[in-house]
């Protein structure tokens, strides 16, 4: 079944904006019935803003509409949005209601980046590969760079992301499966991890870290680069509130790539 078209219903309009407000009736996706149905909803949203279903400036229907769409509360909807909102992906104007924000599509250096966006936008085919996958155990060294207070279930991957089939990206990724526990039921052999976790989990705090490394052995390999080359590498970590949530380590190889943002003050 095709989702609705649903209009953005508004008591009160600002004359003036930011930016331009994209009034078409847009396309609400369907809800996948896995989990809470407030993050079932955010997911929904989410995709629909990061895949440019819903580019910057779309309004995004009023809560009413979306509790009579999705047969659920108002706080229901509202929770969704609030998370929506707290990330970034969408902005709440006094009598103008919810709007798609730039930052959204156009993220600045230190916030999210996704390869295949990046790697899509400057005109070239993007490939990603799973190179492993598996449970850490309680004791494993690896667990210091994303520490939590209790050993819980953390699984490591290793993934590396291409650009017109050379490597682009070597992603080292840890993730905590209590805080995103659909993950062990995800294809990742087809889906990056950074894709989904950010469609699917929220988090409400973001760290990183840049510096340039000497590529080690074993990242030279996945690079085609010759080991002690120097990279960029981007570490960052994500919490939901005071839960860890997953810690990424980008390898970039470094006379290939630069990281460029785009953004206002938000004075």
């Known amino acids: 079944m095709r989702p609705k078209l649903l209009e953005p219903m508004l008591a009160e309009v600002a004359t003036t904006t930011s930016s331009p407000i994209v009034d078409a009736p847009i396309r609400v996706p369907p809800l996948d019935g896995e989990g809470p149905i407030w993050l079932q909803i955010r997911r929904s ?37 609030q998370s929506l909102a707290s990330e970034g992906l969408v902005e709440r104007r006094p009598k103008t209601g919810t709007v798609v924000t730039s930052r959204a599509r156009e993220r600045p250096v230190l916030e999210i980046w996704d390869a295949a966006d990046t790697v899509r936008r400057e005109g070239r085919h993007y490939g990603y590969r799973l190179l492993s996958c598996g449970m850490l155990g309680a004791d494993a060294p690896e667990r210091a760079d994303l520490p939590t207070e209790t050993p819980v279930p953390m699984i490591r991957m290793l993934c590396l992301h291409l650009s017109d089939q050379r490597p682009f990206q070597l992603e080292e990724r840890l993730i905590n499966v209590e805080a995103a526990p659909r993950i062990t039921c995800q294809p990742l052999e087809n889906v990056s991890p950074g894709s989904w976790l950010l469609a699917n989990v929220p988090w409400t705090e973001a760290r990183h870290r840049i510096a340039a490394r000497g590529a080690t052995q074993a990242v030279a390999a996945h690079l085609a680069i010759d080991a002690g080359e120097a990279c960029l590498v981007v570490e960052r970590r994500t919490w939901n509130d005071t839960v860890p949530v997953t810690m990424g380590r980008f390898w970039y190889p470094g006379d290939d790539h630069e990281l460029e943002g785009q953004f206002r003050p938000s004075w």
């Open 45 to 81: 949203m989410a995709l629909a803003i990061l895949t440019g279903d819903w580019p910057a400036g779309t309004r995004v229907p009023a809560e009413m509409s979306l509790t009579d769409h999705y047969a659920t509360s108002r706080m229901t909807v509202n929770k969704a949005i």
